[in-house]
């Protein structure tokens, strides 16, 4: 089965910050990398499918790039509402893989 | 817009069994492989199990397989989960997720609200 590496496991940053969260494959999966917001007691939100596209009605803030095994997740001018956990999760050998996921949490 | 609503959740003795749903509108069921991932409160997310459009082909976790069985009923709009020798590490959030693709690559584009389930003497 792929690995997901994913960091760091917890960040802490200032309203209006830039965020950056990697996630590193075990394996090559091409760009079929996504990511995933969850809000405290509420199911996660897809935000990015195939490393780099927007889910519909996801803000321009934020974006994902990367292919092959590493891959990278951005908050542009971070705000208050995005205080979650995001994940990262990719589909292989007929197995879904998340990362271990990453806290963000605003100063 | 697509909504999946979970229930079934509860409390259950080791070794029990318990049966979740989840009821799909707002969208053509039939249309779509589904899936069950859990979250153990706090902790992560795994993915369970997952379902083609007619029941053909299942797939699931090492962990779950041979003591949990996904279904659906494509009449119903509804899609099931039934666990079997239920173990403590069972406890979790259970989401009912919708399989997507736009290409080659696969995710879960709509999610539940989730439904709890507790292993616990």
């Known amino acids: 089965d792929i690995q997901m590496t994913q960091s760091p496991s917890s960040l802490s940053a200032s309203v209006g910050d830039r965020v950056t969260i990697t996630c590193q494959a075990s394996q090559d999966i091409n760009n079929h990398l996504n990511w995933y917001q969850q809000k405290l007691g509420k199911a996660p939100k897809l935000l990015i499918y195939?490393?780099?596209n927007l889910a519909t009605g996801v803000p321009s803030r934020f974006s994902g790039s990367g292919s092959g095994t590493d891959f990278t997740f951005t908050i542009n001018s971070l705000q208050p509402e995005d205080i979650a956990t995001y994940y990262c999760?990719?589909?292989?050998?007929?197995?879904?893989?998340f990362g271990q996921g990453t806290k963000l949490e605003i100063k | 817009e697509a909504q999946l609503v979970e229930s079934g959740g509860g409390l259950v003795q080791p070794g029990g069994s318990l049966r979740l749903s989840c009821a799909a509108s707002g969208f053509t069921f039939r249309s779509y492989w589904m899936s069950w991932v859990r979250q153990v409160p706090g902790k992560g997310l795994e993915w369970v199990a997952d379902?083609?459009?007619?029941?053909?082909?299942?797939y699931y976790v090492d962990s779950v397989r041979g003591r949990f069985t996904i279904l659906r009923d494509n009449a119903k709009n509804s899609l099931y989960l039934q666990m079997n020798s239920l173990r403590a590490e069972d406890t979790a959030i259970y989401y009912c997720?919708?399989?997507?693709?736009?290409?080659?690559?696969?995710?879960?584009?709509?999610w539940g609200q989730g439904t709890l389930v507790t292993v616990s003497s």
């Open positions: 999760q990719t589909y292989g050998n007929y197995v879904y893989t």
């Open positions: 997720a919708r399989d997507s693709s736009q290409g080659s690559g696969w995710f879960f584009d709509y």
């Open positions: 195939d490393a780099s």
């Open positions: 379902i083609k459009q007619d029941g053909s082909d299942k």
